[in-house]
């Protein structure tokens, strides 16, 4: 299994961007696929995700009102619709995919997941 993330790039405070994450391959057996990102000197943490066994989509706290996911399961494509931009969502954002086990809620662990993409910078200027 790939992973393709896309849509990175500079955006002000406020902006908007849209992220994307393709999965190629063996990617049939894709169940889930999610978000974390990577602020410098920071741990990885998890943004939202969407499960496709469950039929659901969940948003860390700290993105809810401003962060949308949303998944094609016949593409096998996840987006992070990110509005109201703040610098502290400069990071590196990371699309992830649990692979086979079956996972009816959004995984929210980074071991949850079997399989990255390479990452994609965010930078919110000020």
């Known amino acids: 299994v790939q992973l393709q993330a896309s849509g990175g790039g500079v955006v002000k405070t406020g902006g908007s961007l849209t992220l994307s994450c393709a999965a190629s391959?063996?990617?049939?057996?894709?169940?889930?696929m999610g978000w974390f990102r990577q602020a410098p000197g920071k741990e990885r943490e998890f943004v939202g995700g969407?499960?496709?066994?469950?039929?659901?989509?969940y948003s860390a706290d700290s993105v809810k009102g401003r962060f949308t996911i949303s998944g094609d399961n016949v593409r096998i494509t996840v987006y992070l619709q990110m509005n109201a931009l703040k610098p502290d969502d400069t990071a590196v954002y990371y699309c992830?995919?649990?692979?086979?086990?079956?996972?009816?809620?959004?995984?929210?662990?980074?071991?949850?997941?079997?399989?990255w993409g390479q990452g994609t910078q965010v930078t919110v200027s000020s």
């Open positions: 969407v499960s496709w066994s469950g039929g659901n989509t």
């Open positions: 391959g063996r990617a049939l057996l894709i169940n889930a």
């Open positions: 992830a995919a649990r692979w086979r086990t079956i996972s009816f809620a959004v995984p929210s662990i980074e071991g949850d997941y079997d399989y």
